[in-house]
């Protein structure tokens, strides 16, 4: 398959707001069971290891009209509560069995309650994840927590969930890691060669398709990609901060390479790279998805800190390793997490001399000529000073 | 109105101690470098004044500065200047106060500097955002840092792993950074002595709240809410003042029902109780008075408040229990109302419109405030189909002068009246 090819499949998967090919999976066997999740991270693992589906709800995009979502939510809210609300309230998730709703934010928490109340037949959990990263307190407290999810899948699903199955799964997930990471590396080596649109398709399709699949598909990339011949253009390499739950719409993401910018690096979909490293198969499969928790996990604003010094290392390190010439803060507007962290990572960029821009963005953003302006600004700039 | 000197009186025996309180705190906390007494600063909810007293330390909350700050109309400058230095204009409004004050010279009320905190004790009960504020303050003291982490409760219950897992971060986090911040040794004898003392002052404290369940009701348990939960909410819990404080404040609402008399208002006693309501979320503090005014001047008595219950939830049983020190620490965490989910929350709404017999839920949504906003919509509608009373939504803020419309709240509180009187007329007629 081509470049080409692939993208149009993801791109069609993107589009397809009625979740047509997770539907399929779900009716080729009445036993199987979709479960949603939410940004930022829930250990997908557990789910495949339950024999379900996992599939990411990141909101509505800009091609969804919100109608009814926008009478649950004030002005002052961000967009992806409002147009996952309609996504159920339009029935587009009435095939789904459960929905996770990760610690992130109190919005996406509230939203658990809200869920709860408005769709009551639904398995519905808050996926609370420790802040503590002690093995002995946050680690135990973690493991009870995947315990728990656990076995409410088991009593979902109506049958246990084995280690065996889980090694498998986390197996196959530290596959899906290991291809991710190979096209991030591979876009930071060649940009020219990945356009940050096609890798942000690619990766979005991970959230619907099966993992077995997705690996399938990023493998298919990888060969594709490295033989196709394509312009390479005089942009400067940035990386994107801020980004990792509602999403920007593909627009925004085209008009950041096309003012200049290549993308060499991102936090679109954390939940692809969220564990840094392989997850061991040897041993209790949950206490090693609590290791790799809270020992080998990327840092975002989602997750407390708890060293000073350590604040904004994870960007700064990301930035050194893919040669990265500066840095787009780019949040939903109204994003608490990502924008009360925003001035401490500007302070540890300023610190370096990492240059940095900031905007904001709604997942229906549709004027782009502002954000082209100011990235290409930016590019301009790097490549004069830099 | 009513302002003769008996009102004065009575009104001036618990607000005078409370006023006389917040400054002897003010003073303290102004006065360590010759004191040499140490500062943690924590927040509100989830804060553990019993202990942090076990080591002579003294409590020093970012909340109440910005709340005292909006009160006094200092806090816009302040939001405006932590907004020119990067701070978004979308975020909480307390942290941009905060922020602002710092660069200001972060003066006391008493016209003092507030010194650095020696310790930040970052109980992460019911917002999210308490994380990322205690981030950026450490980011500015660069001291002594502890955290607490306190899960929310998803399900609505609080489950033996949540409870070990808070019980197990304050015997080995937040006692020993407090030891080695202050020196001394921690004992367990005193925390129980202390938390005696919490307990006494929330019967008490209840006993206040509920009184609103008369009428008349004797208090407004959302503007006189406000002071009435200073001492068990701040730097106060677990003091015999705190003690003393609540047993004042209930012989005068003792006082106040024997004489059938309505709330105590900035003008004098309220005469005639038209409209009692239940209101969620916070006040607004830039215009509070003003936002006051448009009840009483019309009536309306809120008679049962979710915001009262932020700093604890008592109410519905919970007491600091001596026998069980470190473990009624943990549950006091838990049980916080923000850390309580949408479910919860909307019981909760629903009781007090019934047993506090309300006309109706008044929402005042607060734009910086997503831990109690994002939902507050829903959970007005169930609340309106559970109990069929009628429901209204204000939109204000908490520090920020910018995002208080007064025509435009006057303007809903008004027909939000209207259509109370309307609902009752429907009941008469159909009667
Ligand atoms: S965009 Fe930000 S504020 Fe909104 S739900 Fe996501 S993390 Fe929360
Ligand atoms: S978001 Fe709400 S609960 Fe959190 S600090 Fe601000 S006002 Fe307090």
């Known amino acids: 398959m081509s470049t080409a090819e692939i993208t149009a499949r993801c791109k069609s998967l993107y589009d397809d707001l009625d979740f047509t090919s997770a539907r399929a999976w779900k009716n080729a066997d009445p036993e199987r069971k979709v479960i949603g999740y939410m940004p930022v991270y829930v250990p997908r693992e557990i789910i495949h290891a339950a024999g379900m589906l996992p599939l990411g709800i990141l909101g509505g995009g800009d091609q969804m009209e919100v109608i009814h979502g926008d009478a649950y939510y004030q002005s002052y809210i961000c967009r992806i509560p409002r147009s996952t609300i309609e996504l159920g309230l339009t029935k587009k998730l009435d095939f789904v069995d459960g929905m996770l709703f990760p610690s992130i934010c109190d919005v996406i928490r509230n939203l658990s309650g809200m869920w709860q109340l408005m769709f009551p037949d639904s398995y519905v959990r808050y996926f609370d994840v420790p802040q503590n990263y002690d093995d002995n307190i946050g680690g135990k407290y973690y493991i009870e927590e995947l315990r728990e999810l656990l076995s409410g899948l088991e009593k979902l699903g109506g049958k246990p969930i084995t280690d065996a199955a889980l090694r498998e799964s986390i197996a196959v997930y530290n596959e899906n890691r290991r291809l991710i990471n190979a096209v991030y590396d591979f876009r930071a080596e060649q940009p020219s060669k990945a356009p940050s649109v096609e890798v942000y398709l690619l990766m979005r399709a991970g959230m619907v398709l099966p993992v077995e699949e997705h690996n399938e598909l990023l493998n298919d990339y990888l060969a594709a990609a490295a033989v196709e011949e394509r312009p390479v253009r005089d942009n400067c390499r940035i990386v994107i901060n801020g980004a990792f739950c509602e999403q920007p719409p593909l627009n925004l993401i085209r008009s950041i390479e096309m003012a200049g910018c290549y993308i060499v690096d991102d936090d679109y979909m954390l939940i692809n790279r969220w564990l840094l490293d392989e997850v061991s198969v040897e041993g209790d499969p949950l206490a090693r998805l609590a290791d790799a928790f809270l020992h080998f996990s990327a840092d975002s604003a989602a997750k407390y800190c708890d060293r000073a010094q350590d604040v904004g290392q994870y960007l700064l390190s990301t930035v050194k390793k893919t040669g990265a010439e500066g840095v787009i803060f780019t949040a939903p507007s109204f994003c608490d997490p990502a924008l009360l962290e925003r001035p401490m990572l500007a302070d540890r960029m300023d610190e370096h001399n990492v240059p940095h821009i900031s905007f904001k963005y709604a997942e229906n953003s549709g004027q782009m000529q502002p954000i082209r302006e100011q990235a290409g600004t930016f590019a301009d700039s790097i490549k004069l000073w830099s | ?431």
């Open chain 2, 1 to 431: 109105m009513n302002t003769n000197s008996q009102t004065e009186v009575i009104k001036d025996s618990s607000m005078l101690l409370q006023k006389t309180m917040i400054a002897e705190n003010y003073d303290e906390l102004t006065n360590t470098e010759e004191t040499g007494k140490k500062i943690s600063a924590t927040f509100v909810p989830g804060n553990l004044n019993e202990l942090v007293m076990c080591f002579d330390m003294l409590n020093n909350l970012p909340e109440i500065n910005a709340i005292n700050n909006g009160m006094r109309k200092k806090s816009g400058a302040m939001v405006m200047q932590a907004e020119k230095q990067g701070h978004s204009e979308d975020v909480c409004t307390y942290v941009k106060a905060d922020i602002g004050s710092m660069s200001r010279g972060n003066l006391a009320p008493n016209g003092k500097p507030m010194p650095s905190p020696d310790l930040l004790l970052l109980s992460y009960t019911g917002c999210f955002t308490f994380m990322k504020w205690f981030e950026l303050l450490r980011h500015e003291y660069g001291c002594e840092t502890a955290m607490l982490h306190v899960p929310y409760e998803g399900d609505g219950v609080v489950t033996q792993n949540m409870r070990d897992y808070v019980v197990k971060q304050l015997k080995e986090v937040v006692i020993p950074a407090l030891e080695k911040v202050s020196g001394v040794k921690f004992d367990i004898d005193r925390l129980r002595e202390n938390l005696r003392n919490s307990a006494r002052a929330e019967d008490d404290f209840v006993w206040v709240l509920e009184s609103a369940k008369n009428k008349p009701s004797p208090i407004d348990a959302y503007f006189g809410g406000v002071y009435y939960i200073g001492p068990i909410f701040t730097a106060f819990r677990g003091t015999d003042k705190a003690v003393e404080y609540y047993q004042l404040l209930r012989k005068e609402i003792e006082q106040r029902i024997t004489e059938g008399k309505g709330p105590i208002t900035p003008e004098g006693d309220m005469q005639d109780e038209r409209y009692r309501l239940v209101v969620e979320g916070p006040p607004n503090w830039t215009n509070f008075r003003e936002f006051w005014k448009m009840f009483y001047e019309d009536g309306a008595v809120v008679v049962a408040s979710t915001y009262t219950k932020v700093g604890g939830v008592y109410d519905l049983g919970f007491r600091h229990d001596p026998d069980n020190p470190i473990e009624t620490l943990a549950d006091y965490c838990l049980g916080c109302y923000t850390n309580r989910n949408l479910s919860q929350r909307v019981d909760m709404l629903e009781n007090y419109v019934n047993d506090y017999q309300a006309d109706g839920l008044l929402i005042n949504s607060i734009k910086s405030c997503n831990s109690f906003s994002a939902g507050q919509l829903l959970m007005m509608q169930e609340v309106e189909k559970r109990t069929g009373k009628p429901g209204a939504f204000i939109e204000t803020d908490l520090v920020d002068p910018r995002y208080f419309s007064a025509a435009n709240v006057k303007n809903r509180l008004e027909s939000y009246f209207q259509m109370i009187e309307q609902k009752r007329q429907g009941i008469r007629s159909a009667a």
